[in-house]
């Protein structure tokens, strides 16, 4: 089966860094997305890849290993505006986008 | 202008009801998406369309309805509502150049659909 792994929860501190992982089983790949969800809101996009790297986009920068089926995301300078739920998804070979359940950030003063 | 619109945002209805979840989008984006988002699951999709008239199955369709005759809107029926279908339900879209998912979604606010 395809399954996407992503930690419940994190905790992290105002002005830190923090990173959260994502590890995928997928039959195929053809590309990985995160999204950020505020409480009671809809995701909305932060980044995409498709190849191995590190993508930087201001605060946040998003890795990619194909090989290890692996990314995670960084998020740097904590503000408490990013307490929110990051979704990782993996776009397989029928270009189905599979979900993983959510990594719940809770930034603390 | 709003981009993407979803009404009603909180419905409250009975078993057995028949309920309707509109979407409605700006862009013309070809591809839209109807998902549904529950405490402990990831999104889950239960269709989506490529174009006016073109709809699929996703993971979960059973219990639902969708049609599309034209490109901007995308509603989704619940002909027979259960408690099972409790739930915040997502409509997205995308521009989609390359398939249904090589580009970013867009998402309405979410209707949250509470079935007695």
């Known amino acids: 089966g395809q399954n996407i792994d992503q930690p419940t929860e994190m905790t992290a501190t105002e002005g830190a860094i923090v990173q959260i992982n994502c590890t995928y089983q997928?039959?195929?790949?053809?590309?990985l997305f995160w999204y950020q969800q505020h409480a009671g809101e809809a995701p909305t996009f932060l980044s995409y890849n498709v190849l191995d790297g590190l993508e930087e986009k201001g605060r946040f920068s998003s890795f990619l290993s194909r090989s290890k089926g692996y990314s995670y995301l960084l998020l740097k300078e904590l503000q408490m505006k990013d307490s929110a739920s990051y979704l990782c998804a993996v776009v397989d070979s029928n270009y189905q986008l599979i979900w993983g359940a959510g990594t719940k950030l809770i930034i603390k003063p | 202008d709003a981009g993407i619109t979803q009404s009603p945002r909180y419905k409250i209805t009975e078993t057995g009801r028949q309920v309707t979840l509109m979407c409605h989008q700006t862009?013309?984006?070809?591809?839209m998406f109807w998902y549904r988002q529950d405490l402990g699951h990831g999104l889950r999709l239960i269709y989506y369309?490529?174009?006016?008239?073109?709809?699929d199955k996703g993971e979960v369709p059973d219990g639902y309805v969708v049609s599309r005759s034209k490109t901007e809107n995308f509603p989704l029926t619940l002909e027979s509502a259960t408690r099972s279908q409790t739930s915040v339900y997502f409509c997205a879209s995308s521009v989609g150049t390359s398939g249904p998912n090589t580009g970013e979604l867009f998402f309405g606010e979410g209707s949250r659909l509470t079935v007695l």
């Open positions: 369309s490529a174009a006016a008239d073109i709809t």
């Open positions: 862009w013309s984006h070809s591809y």
């Open positions: 997928t039959s195929g790949f053809n590309g």
